[in-house]
């Protein structure tokens, strides 16, 4: 089963935050709560980034932007300027108006160029985003900055939106006889189904590290990092359309990323990035099981993603998760239909540790009382294997249930 790295510590500290970076949350007046809905983080000396958006044709105005102004910087970011309440998607010209707007106040204040600041949304599609707002609450944004836990906490706070509880995570990697911390903060809990490219409900991703880096370096180790993280889950299927991972480089610590550094930095980061993916999940909305899917036995790992993606995303699959109820047939099903050649003659599924369908037919060794009872746990895992190769995937879902329903029935009314 997939769990938390040892290593990786849940709750900042301020032992554990990296250096270069200041963070704060206000209120804005954006979301119907009145909770904090804009977040800043702000790197004063700077910082070299890498960022990967949502692959989705539909994209928000602050990804439009975020592109526009990655590419024109050449990576160096200055700040990171979130709301949350309203995802500026489907919002036309005005949505961009409004992004840019921000932007600029954000960079006057900050005395550096708007193209180093990245804008990002989260909330409501197609609902005109009050700009103003974003402005009049900056001054209190930035006199609230602060490089402490605290801060940072108030930071991961404020992205939120049908999150439950604030999703972070920290490592910390000794080079050269130096420390190099990563900081993690994300949201997300519907409208899950990351499907990240280049850059060329939603979920946030933003990543801070001391290290010192070069943007092509960052996007070396990201890409790894997304691929076996944010791109291995799933919640309900939905790629959203203002999805953003990005990983900022302050250099602080005086560490380079270079040929001797890069697998210990690489592992810290995905460690990093393993731990706030399965707390996306386990924070899903109405979720009552995580479950972790195991594709062995494939002649690719994309043949092995393929199918775990098929049986991740069936609704038949995971409305009986979230019963308990031990119905191999609508798992097979789903991988019969992933577009993946296979024999059902060479497959075997194992859930936890119980046989339920072996070489073409129902184990002899089903014990459906047994496996249903394993399936009332919070977490397990399903073991399919396709006997026609050894490649492998491991994919996170959740069930499907009636609350899921309710949130997402009136989540804009």
């Known amino acids: 089963m997939m769990k938390i790295p040892a290593k990786v510590l849940l709750i900042p500290t301020h032992d554990s935050l990296p250096g270069g970076f200041r963070w704060s949350a206000v209120k804005a007046g954006i979301k119907a709560s009145g909770n904090p809905d804009l977040a800043l983080a702000v790197a004063p000396g700077g910082a070299n980034a890498a960022v990967m958006f949502t692959s989705n044709q539909v994209v928000a105005a602050p990804i439009t932007v975020g592109r526009e102004h990655i590419a024109a910087s050449g990576g160096m970011v200055r700040a990171v300027l979130v709301n949350s309440g309203n995802a500026n998607c489907a919002t036309g010209e005005p949505g961009l108006a409004a992004c840019r707007t921000s932007c600029n106040a954000a960079a006057a204040a900050l005395g550096c160029t708007p193209q180093q600041i990245l804008p990002s949304s989260t909330g409501v599609i197609g609902v005109p985003l009050p700009a ?76 801070f590290s001391d290290i010192a880096s070069c943007p092509e370096a960052l996007r070396a180790a990201l890409a790894p990092a997304v691929e076996a993280s944010f791109n291995s889950i799933t919640i309900d299927g939905d790629t959203s359309t203002n999805d953003t991972v990005l990983l900022l480089a302050s250099g602080t610590s005086g560490v380079e990323l270079n040929e001797h550094s890069f697998a210990a930095f690489q592992s810290a980061l995905d460690a990093v990035c393993a731990s706030l993916a399965h707390q996306i999940v386990d924070d899903g909305e109405g979720v009552t099981h995580v479950v972790e899917l195991s594709v062995t036995g494939a002649r690719t790992s994309a043949e092995a993603r393929q199918v775990a993606r098929a049986i991740a995303h069936s609704p038949l699959c995971k409305t009986a998760w979230s019963s308990g109820d031990p119905n191999w047939g609508r798992i097979l099903a789903a991988a019969g239909y992933s577009g993946v050649q296979f024999d059902p003659a060479t497959v075997s599924i194992h859930i936890g540790p119980y046989p339920v369908f072996e070489r073409g037919v129902r184990s002899p060794r089903f014990d459906e009382a047994a496996t249903h009872r394993h399936m009332q746990q919070r977490e397990y895992t399903i073991h399919f294997d396709l006997g026609h190769g050894t490649a492998s995937s491991r994919f996170l879902t959740c069930d499907l249930t009636v609350e899921y329903v309710h949130i997402n029935a009136d989540y804009s009314t």
């Not at 930071?155 to 049908?162: H, L, V, Y």
């Not at 920290?170 to 420390?179: H, I, N, R």
């Open 132 to 207: 103003e707002k974003l402005t009049n609450a900056l001054p209190a944004a930035l006199a609230a900055l602060g490089s402490d836990a605290e801060a940072a906490v108030a930071f991961a706070r404020g992205i939120m939106t049908t999150d439950t509880r604030m999703k972070t995570a920290l490592a910390m990697v000794e080079m050269d006889g130096k420390p190099v911390r990563i900081f993690g903060a994300c949201k997300g809990a519907g409208m899950i189904g990351p499907q990240l490219g280049p850059p060329h409900a939603t979920m946030l991703v933003y990543l």
